[in-house]
C-alpha cells in the first residue's frame, strides 16, 4: 500500500489548512487511515484516526479544531485543520493499517511527510 500526503504550507494562526492522503488502493479495504505529527525536538505522536466503520479519534491536542474525513470514491482521507497553533507546526505523517483497532504507532504503512508551518 502506498499513501501520497500532500496539502501542507505556511498558514497563519487562526487560519484553516486542509490535508490530504490518498492511497493505491480501495479505502475501504483499509481498516483504519490516521495521521501522526513530528516536531523537531518532539516524539512522534498521533493527531487522528478514522477506521473503514468511521470511528474517529483525535488527540487531545487538536481535538475541537482538527476534523478528520474519508473520502471513499477518491481512496483520500482529509485532515482539516482550522485555528491551528504554532505548536501544530511539523511534518504530518499518513499511515494506515487493515487492522481498525491496532495502535497508530503500529501502522503497517506511512506515507512520505508534508510540513506544516504555522506562523505570523
Known amino acids: 500500500v502506498q499513501l501520497q500526503a500532500s496539502g501542507g504550507g505556511a498558514v497563519h494562526p487562526g487560519g484553516s489548512l486542509r490535508l490530504s492522503c490518498t492511497a493505491s488502493r480501495g479505502r475501504k479495504t483499509l481498516g483504519v487511515i490516521g495521521w501522526a505529527r513530528q516536531s523537531q525536538g518532539k516524539r512522534c505522536e498521533f493527531i487522528a484516526s478514522i477506521t473503514s466503520g468511521g470511528s474517529i479519534l483525535y488527540s487531545d491536542s487538536v481535538k475541537g479544531r482538527f476534523t478528520i474525513s474519508s473520502d471513499n470514491a477518491k481512496n483520500a482521507v482529509y485532515l482539516q485543520m482550522n485555528s491551528p497553533v504554532p505548536e501544530d507546526t511539523g511534518v504530518y505523517f499518513c499511515?494506515?493499517?487493515?487492522?481498525?483497532?491496532?495502535?497508530?504507532?503500529?501502522?503497517?504503512?506511512w506515507g512520505q511527510g508534508t510540513q506544516v508551518t504555522v506562523s505570523s
Open positions: 499511515g494506515a493499517d487493515f487492522d481498525p483497532h491496532c495502535g497508530w504507532w503500529t501502522f503497517e504503512w
